[in-house]
C-alpha cells in the first residue's frame, strides 16, 4: 500500500471536476445534475490522482467566519476504495483548513462511513436522519 499511495497526488480542482466521480459513486441512480450544488462556485474542492486518473474528490465549505467547514461530496471510486485514498485526501483538506485558521469541521455522513470517519478522529453529533432514503448522522471535529 505504501508504493500505491506513493503514487497519490492530491490537488484543488474545480467544481466541474467533481461532478462525475460524486455521480458514479454518491447517486448513480440520479440524474447526473443532482450531484451538482447550488453552492460550488463558493467551495474548495480537491481532487485525488494516481498515474494522473482522478480517483477521489472532496469539497469543502467554509462559512463566511471562518469558524467552520463543511465537507460535501466526498467521493472514491469503489476500486480504490479501503487503501487509504479518502483518509489522504481528507487529511490533505484538514491541512488546508487549519492553515485558514477553521476551528471546527463537520459533514453529514452516510451511517455506513461512520467507521471511516470515526478512523479520523470525528465524533457523532444528534441522532440519524435520512435523505433520498439514506440513513446520515453528522460528524465533527475540532481542528483546534
Not at 448513480?28 to 463558493?42: Q, R
Amino acid at each position: 500500500m505504501d508504493d500505491y499511495l506513493a503514487r497519490l497526488h492530491i490537488s484543488q480542482i474545480t467544481p466541474e471536476e467533481t461532478v462525475e466521480i460524486r455521480h458514479k459513486v454518491l447517486w448513480p441512480s440520479h440524474n447526473k445534475s443532482s450531484v451538482i450544488l447550488e453552492e460550488d462556485a463558493l467551495g474548495h474542492h480537491f481532487g485525488a490522482y494516481i498515474d494522473g486518473k482522478l480517483i477521489s474528490v472532496a469539497s469543502v465549505f467554509i462559512c463566511k467566519a471562518q469558524s467552520s467547514a463543511r465537507l460535501r461530496k466526498f467521493a472514491t471510486l469503489p476500486s480504490y476504495q479501503g487503501n487509504g485514498v479518502g483518509s489522504a485526501l481528507i487529511h490533505s483538506v484538514l491541512g488546508f483548513l487549519k492553515a485558514k485558521q477553521v476551528a471546527h469541521f463537520w459533514c453529514d455522513a452516510r451511517l455506513s462511513a461512520c467507521s471511516f470517519y470515526e478512523k479520523l478522529d470525528m465524533k457523532p453529533r444528534g441522532k440519524p436522519f435520512k435523505k433520498k432514503d439514506v440513513d446520515y448522522i453528522v460528524m465533527e471535529r475540532i481542528l483546534g
